[in-house]
């Protein structure tokens, strides 16, 4: 059993930052990859990015590359979404997930793949 908990959501201005932090505790494995998933009102849950602990493997759906950067401490079983130049689209509730598999682009687009799943937190982005 793994448990993730979210925090670092907020509300911000356009082109403000926000570093949303996933701690992880339970059984974490280095094999584990973390992903980063959005939903907004009334809109499926899309995939925002991915790491997978071992190597630190990185992805990104197109609309948040050159702004968004994930990044994994495995030391403290957490990984960071440090958000910059954040635009309104972005507001949704944000979650973290988890799963025994290494990341990839599909796996950063497939939230049904992912076993384990925080409570979210909130982003608001006001023009």
């Known amino acids: 059993e793994v448990q993730l908990v979210e925090s670092g959501g907020g509300s911000v201005q356009a082109g403000g930052s926000l570093r949303l932090s996933c701690a992880a505790s339970?059984?974490?494995?280095?094999?584990?990859?973390i992903g980063w998933f959005r939903q907004a009102p009334g809109k499926e849950r899309e995939g925002v990015s991915c790491?997978?602990?071992?190597?630190?493997?990185?992805y990104y759906v197109d609309f948040v590359k050159g702004r968004f950067t994930i990044s994994s401490d495995n030391a403290k079983n957490t990984v960071y979404l440090q958000m910059n130049s954040l635009k309104p689209e972005d507001t949704a509730v944000y979650y973290c997930?988890?799963?025994?598999?290494?990341?990839?682009?599909?796996?950063?687009?497939?939230?049904?793949?992912?076993?384990?799943w925080g409570q979210g937190t909130q982003v608001t982005v006001s023009s």
């Open positions: 339970g059984f974490i494995f280095d094999d584990d990859a």
């Open positions: 790491i997978s602990r071992r190597d630190g493997s990185a």
């Open positions: 997930a988890a799963v025994n598999l290494p990341c990839s682009d599909y796996m950063m687009r497939s939230p049904v793949e992912f076993d384990y």
